[in-house]
């Protein structure tokens, strides 16, 4: 994965030659990054794309998921399976786990590494200080769909390459890094079973109206565009966005009341930062000078951040 940082925004291209798959090497360098971006303050916002010509990440590198399910087994039953599974992540949490199971669990261990890193990635995108905004330059299916989908914002070429989607079903699987998930919590659980029932790609004008991409920009405008809006929202306070991330993505799962309650708890930690009273204290003058809340009377530099320094924690 290259990385570049203009400012607060930092760059970083999928690189996996020569289809661009998700590999097991670049859910390590994801989980590297997105683990250092949360201790790193000079960084408010990520933009995830590809880095081969047309390519965003098509899925998982099936000669990597084949060292899973190629091993000779019995049929295992879900319910073997879930109590297995806890048993491993909380084993990876231990020192030097991760790679011992690498080095000698075979394509098994590998596999089971990979997807433990893959949820505890994704949900680290979820609770960041920093917005993670993807710049969707060619297909996303499957794996690469998914992470897509774990990114805050999504904004895809206009071209006619461009195809998203859930396509596990057409290969005898269902997916196992989000797609589930996260489909059903912004579609629906109608609209994600036919998505992923079907498992065909569907291209950037469904995608849109569907409400999974948020902006479809021409395709030689996409990355400039991506990271002119990463820039902007970079300038938000990371508490601020950590907080608000949260309770979306976590507190909706709750009862409303406990969501709530989350929100009211965010709502009131983001409100005792440093940066909280700067921005009041410039309101107030602003107030006074334009007679007018300034977010009708002079919006622009409160947009894009000018206004007020409030990226400090």
């Given amino acids: 994965m290259k990385l570049a940082q203009d400012g607060r925004v930092l760059t970083a291209t999928a690189v996996a030659p020569p289809l661009n798959f998700v590999t097991t090497e670049l859910i390590r360098d994801l989980d590297r990054l997105t683990a250092a971006v949360d201790t790193d ?67 098994l261990g590998v596999g089971l590494v990979w997807f433990h890193r893959w949820k505890q990635t994704t949900l680290r995108m979820n609770r960041s200080g920093a ?18 989908l774990a990114c805050d914002l999504r904004y895809a070429a206009d071209a006619e390459h461009v195809r998203l989607g859930q396509i ?48 479809v920009i021409p395709e030689d405008q996409l990355l400039v565009e991506t990271q002119a809006t990463a820039a902007r929202l970079a300038s938000r306070n990371p508490v601020a966005v950590a907080e608000l991330k949260r309770a979306i993505y976590f507190g909706a799962a709750k009862s409303l009341s406990r969501g709530l309650d989350q929100e009211r708890a965010g ?16 309101f107030f ?7 007018d809340t300034p977010y009708l009377a002079d919006l622009k530099p409160w947009l894009d951040g000018s206004r007020v320094d409030q990226t400090s924690r």
Avoid at 77 to 101: I, K, N
Avoid at 131 to 148: D, S
Avoid at 272 to 281: C, G, L, Y
Avoid at 285 to 291: A, T
Wanted: aromatic share 6%; charged share 20%.
């Fill in 41 to 107: 303050d000079t960084v408010g916002a990520v933009v995830l794309t590809g880095g081969l010509p047309g390519r965003f990440l098509i899925h998982a590198d099936p000669r990597e998921l084949a060292g899973m399910v190629e091993l000779p087994h019995p049929f295992v039953p879900v319910g073997a399976v879930r109590p297995f599974l806890w048993v491993v992540d909380v084993a990876l949490r231990l020192p030097g786990a991760a790679r011992a199971m690498e080095r000698f669990g075979g394509g």
């Fill in 131 to 148: 917005v993670y905004v993807a710049a969707i330059n060619g297909p996303a299916l499957g794996g690469g769909h998914e992470i897509a």
């Fill in 168 to 215: 596990e079903t057409l290969g005898c699987l269902i997916p196992g890094g989000g797609g589930t998930q996260r489909l059903t919590r912004m579609l629906g659980a109608a609209k994600a079973l036919e998505l992923t029932l079907e498992g065909a790609p569907f291209d950037v004008g469904e995608a849109y109206r569907l409400g999974l991409v948020h902006r």
């Fill in 267 to 282: 709502f009131l930690s983001v409100g005792t930062t440093a940066a909280a009273n700067r921005v009041t204290r410039a």
């Fill in 285 to 291: 003058e602003d107030l006074e000078r334009l007679g």
